[in-house]
């Protein structure tokens, strides 16, 4: 991004009037097929051009949805996202280390209905996906005891939701910004819904994992994968060029109502979703499983007998 953007997120001494903008509630997510659909909107992403200006909207940042299936039947949870971002991110000089990636999936199970709270208080659950973005963590898999920290000043990006949306998309696009099934502004993310800069920590959006305890490991998927499960993107409205996703085992995460949240390295776009997870499915005993073998060897030979007398 240009040197006068970067000037523009770091400064704390700019101002705007917040008063006329007002919170939007929750979006409903889209249930298909046992898939639970967040989409994102595909104009509130923010790319450098050539000239060094932004341009907003289907850039390489641009996260069309994501998804999050349930399977009782093989006690997964699978996760799709559809982007233009590849999953091993952006190769570019704007960044530190010279990539430009994906945050680390947060999962926030704890009802404090903050993300910010959740997070101080070590209570999310992570998933790092991405093999080499800028996790602190020593590999891919499910993290618990998460606490989460923003990479934003490393990848050049927007310090949080309110500089993205009200310096960024909104006065390229005259919209404001969407967060699949949140809205940018949506009290669950106060206080990164103000204005802030990179020498404000307080007020960067945090989006990788810090510190946490691997719990279990994650398997990685393409879209044949995730085809082949029921995944349909044409509930989608737009869709990009990559699909890509992982799944693990469903024990991992508790029973019930959660957020989850996306955002990438730069906060050039972010997604949420709104969902629930199911009790695990029971696995038969194995003296059950025997039992019922014995009924069925009982049953086939007194049938078998039968046919030989008649």
């Given at each position: 991004?240009?040197?006068s953007?970067?000037?523009?997120?770091?400064?704390?001494?700019?101002?705007?009037?917040?008063?006329?903008v007002?919170?939007?509630s929750?979006?409903?997510?889209?249930?298909?097929?046992?898939?639970?659909?967040?989409?994102d909107p595909?104009?509130?992403?923010?790319?450098s051009?050539?000239?060094?200006g932004?341009?907003a909207?289907?850039?390489?940042?641009?996260?069309?949805?994501?998804?999050?299936?349930?399977?009782?039947d093989?006690?997964n949870?699978?996760?799709?996202i559809n982007a233009?971002?590849?999953l091993?991110?952006?190769?570019?000089?704007?960044?530190?280390n010279?990539?430009?990636?994906?945050?680390?999936?947060?999962?926030?199970?704890s009802?404090?209905?903050?993300?910010?709270?959740?997070?101080?208080s070590?209570?999310?659950?992570?998933?790092?996906?991405?093999?080499?973005?800028?996790?602190?963590?020593?590999g891919?898999?499910?993290?618990?005891?998460?606490?989460?920290?923003s990479?934003?000043?490393?990848n050049?990006?927007?310090?949080?939701?309110?500089?993205?949306?009200?310096y960024?998309?909104?006065?390229?696009t005259?919209?404001?910004?969407?967060?699949?099934?949140?809205?940018?502004?949506?009290?669950?993310?106060?206080?990164?819904?103000?204005?802030?800069?990179w020498?404000?920590?307080?007020?960067?959006?945090?989006n990788?994992?810090?510190?946490?305890?691997?719990?279990?490991d994650?398997?990685?998927?393409n879209?044949?994968d995730l085809?082949?499960?029921?995944?349909?993107?044409?509930?989608?409205?737009?869709?990009g060029?990559?699909?890509?996703?992982?799944?693990?085992?469903?024990?991992?995460?508790?029973?019930?109502?959660?957020?989850a949240?996306?955002i990438?390295?730069c906060?050039n776009?972010?997604?949420?979703?709104?969902?629930?997870?199911?009790?695990?499915?029971?696995?038969?005993?194995?003296?059950?499983?025997i039992?019922?073998?014995a009924f069925?060897?009982?049953?086939?030979a007194?049938?078998?007998?039968k046919?030989?007398?008649?």
């Open positions: 991004m240009s040197n953007l970067i000037f523009k997120l770091g400064s704390a001494t700019i101002s705007f009037c917040l008063i006329s007002i919170s939007q929750a979006q409903a997510g889209t249930l298909h097929n046992g898939w639970n659909y967040a989409i595909n104009y509130d992403s923010l790319d051009n050539n000239s060094g932004v341009v909207g289907n850039t390489i940042y641009e996260i069309y949805g994501m998804a999050i299936k349930d399977d009782v093989t006690n949870i699978w996760v799709a233009n971002l590849p091993t991110g952006n190769n570019t000089s704007s960044a530190s010279g990539n430009i990636g994906w945050g680390d999936l947060f999962f926030d199970f009802g404090l209905g903050n993300f910010q709270a959740a997070n101080n070590q209570n999310v659950i992570g998933v790092r996906f991405a093999p080499n973005n800028d996790s602190q963590t020593p891919i898999g499910v993290y618990g005891g998460v606490k989460a920290v990479v934003v000043p490393q050049y990006g927007w310090s949080n939701l309110a500089n993205h949306n009200l960024g998309v909104l006065p390229r005259g919209a404001n910004a969407a967060m699949g099934d949140l809205a940018w502004n949506d009290p669950y993310y106060n206080p990164y819904t103000t204005i802030g800069a020498s404000q920590p307080e007020t960067l959006i945090p990788v994992i810090q510190s946490g305890t691997k719990i279990g994650i398997s990685l998927l879209n044949s085809t082949a499960a029921g995944l349909d993107l044409g509930v989608l409205p737009a869709t060029s990559q699909t890509f996703g992982f799944k693990f085992d469903k024990s991992l995460l508790p029973v019930g109502n959660f957020i949240s996306l990438l390295e906060n776009d972010a997604t949420a979703l709104v969902g629930e997870t199911k009790t695990v499915k029971p696995v038969p005993e194995p003296s059950a499983t039992g019922l073998a069925g060897l009982i049953f086939g007194n049938q078998l007998r046919r030989n007398k008649a």
